[in-house]
């Protein structure tokens, strides 16, 4: 009877040393994940390719507004087009907004 009770306590502690061995880890890993993507994130920002892409998206954005400007100094211009041309200038701006 002694050594069942010996066992079962043997057997407990390791179980125990496991699943908190097994905790700690998942956290340790889960905080490593997470610094590395943010390092990845900003050396990702940092490159040239993504500064050169926010450069191009602003300059199309606009002259895509200056095409609308233009185009909404038309006289002869409907007003259902001139609604549209206006809500698409301000999406432009509310866009370039947020590149900045």
């Known amino acids: 009877m002694e050594n069942k009770k010996e066992f079962a306590v043997n057997?407990?502690?390791i179980s125990s040393l496991i699943f908190l061995s097994m905790i700690a880890l998942s956290i340790f890993s889960y905080f490593g994940i997470?610094?590395?993507t943010?390092?990845?994130r900003k050396v990702f920002e940092n490159s040239y390719q993504y500064q050169?892409?926010?450069r191009t998206e602003?300059?199309?954005?606009?002259?895509?507004?200056m095409e609308i400007q233009i185009r909404l100094q038309d006289p002869n211009?409907?007003?259902s087009t001139r609604h549209n041309l206006e809500a698409q200038a301000a999406a432009i701006r509310?866009?370039?907004g947020g590149l900045n």
């Open 58 to 65: 602003e300059r199309v954005s606009n002259a895509q507004l």
């Open 77 to 79: 211009l409907d007003e």
């Open 52 to 54: 050169a892409a926010r």
């Open 34 to 36: 997470f610094g590395r």
């Open 38 to 40: 943010v390092v990845e």
């Open 94 to 96: 509310v866009y370039l």
């Open 11 to 13: 057997w407990l502690f």
